[in-house]
């Protein structure tokens, strides 16, 4: 079950911080954005078809892809590296679902990380899923999509995206469509 690995989860968390080399100036590559998705509207197409909209945005429970909390390192002028991590649970009775989705992407902006900008952005990740009786079951992930960027101050940002991911699983597949 998912809080078995909760050590891991925290592991992740503390590898996300620690990508941070050290104080930067504004305009110097190096520096760290951290955020949360507020707010997550996706349609996923599988073997049956759903709508989710979530406030904030969790992710995983609806396979939206979407991940609640990101950590965004500009490596370059252009370049950022976005580790991004969900977890959700729902517990009712002596039934239980779990799920944990980790994921990896880079993001290319077009202006820079200092001024208002277009960005494209690809990636992959695992999510993982367990259920009450022990039955868990983990797939790849991978996606892309477009977005544009607005800069609050020198530490933050507002974000609107559009983007597609697509859930690889065991003889089935999922494509989910998402803003």
Not at 82 to 97: N, W
Not at 115 to 131: C, D, E, K, M, W
């Amino acid at each position: 079950m998912c809080y078995r690995s909760m050590p891991r989860c925290g592991v992740l968390l503390i590898a996300m911080l620690a990508l941070s080399s050290g104080a930067r100036a504004d305009d110097e590559p190096g520096r760290l954005e951290v955020g949360f998705v507020p707010l997550s509207v996706s349609y996923v197409s599988a073997e049956e078809s759903l709508t989710g909209i979530q406030v904030p945005a969790a992710g995983s429970m609806f396979l939206t892809g979407e991940r609640g909390l990101y950590l965004q390192w500009f490596a370059t002028q252009h370049l950022a590296l976005e580790p991004q991590l969900s977890y959700s649970g729902l517990f009712a009775d002596e039934d239980e679902f779990n799920s944990l989705n980790a994921s990896l992407r880079l993001n290319y902006l077009v202006s820079g990380p200092d001024r208002p900008s277009l960005y494209l952005y690809g990636g992959g990740g695992l999510l993982h899923v367990s259920f009450d009786d022990d039955d868990s079951d983990t797939n790849p992930t991978a996606g892309g999509g477009v977005g544009f960027r607005q800069p609050i101050r020198s530490a933050g940002s507002f974000r609107v995206e559009a983007g597609y991911e697509r859930m690889f699983g065991d003889g089935w597949d999922a494509d989910t469509f998402k803003v």
